[in-house]
């Protein structure tokens, strides 16, 4: 499991050096045809593990509702966005990783309602929503570098 956490947490940094280096404007611009920005695809990391995890597990989540509403699955990114969202998303990112951690080490996910991503891979317990966390990271890590050469 150890390598599963540093893996979230590599993956997690290399998009806290992105959103480090490029503006306000560059993070929020949403391309032609494309559905959502760089920032968008970071935000929703955040909320997507916390759903995976936490929520399916039945726990609380350790992000803002409002999160979810904005940059969880199904939600239409816009240009617009606060500085108050890119600074929770960029203060949060690693925590939360750091928290699931701790929690997952203190053995706080005892029950897993099983989910059916829309990839198609169940996901039948902790184990499975970290791997699949991971694997959903790198292809928005994919997603954001893609952004990255056309803003």
Not at 102 to 122: C, V
Not at 134 to 149: A, E, P, Q, R, T
Request: aromatic fraction near 10%.
């Amino acid at each position: 499991m150890d390598k599963l956490f540093e893996t979230a947490i590599f993956t997690r940094k290399a998009l806290l050096k992105i959103m480090e280096t490029r503006s306000h404007e560059e993070l929020v611009k949403i391309p032609h045809n494309f559905k959502n920005s760089i920032f968008w695809n970071i935000a929703h990391l955040l909320v997507t593990q916390q759903l995976l995890c936490y929520r399916l597990s039945g726990l609380d989540l350790s992000i803002d509702e409002e999160m979810v509403s904005k940059y969880g699955k199904g939600a239409i990114a816009t240009s617009v966005v606060s500085i108050k969202d890119i600074d929770y998303v960029r203060v949060n990112l690693l925590i939360v990783v750091e928290q699931l951690k701790e929690d997952y080490e203190k053995g706080k996910f005892k029950n897993y309602q099983s989910y059916m991503t829309s990839t198609n891979i169940e996901l039948c317990d902790i184990e499975d929503a970290l791997t699949f966390s991971n694997f959903h990271d790198g292809i928005h890590l994919g997603v954001v570098l893609s952004l990255m050469k056309i803003v």
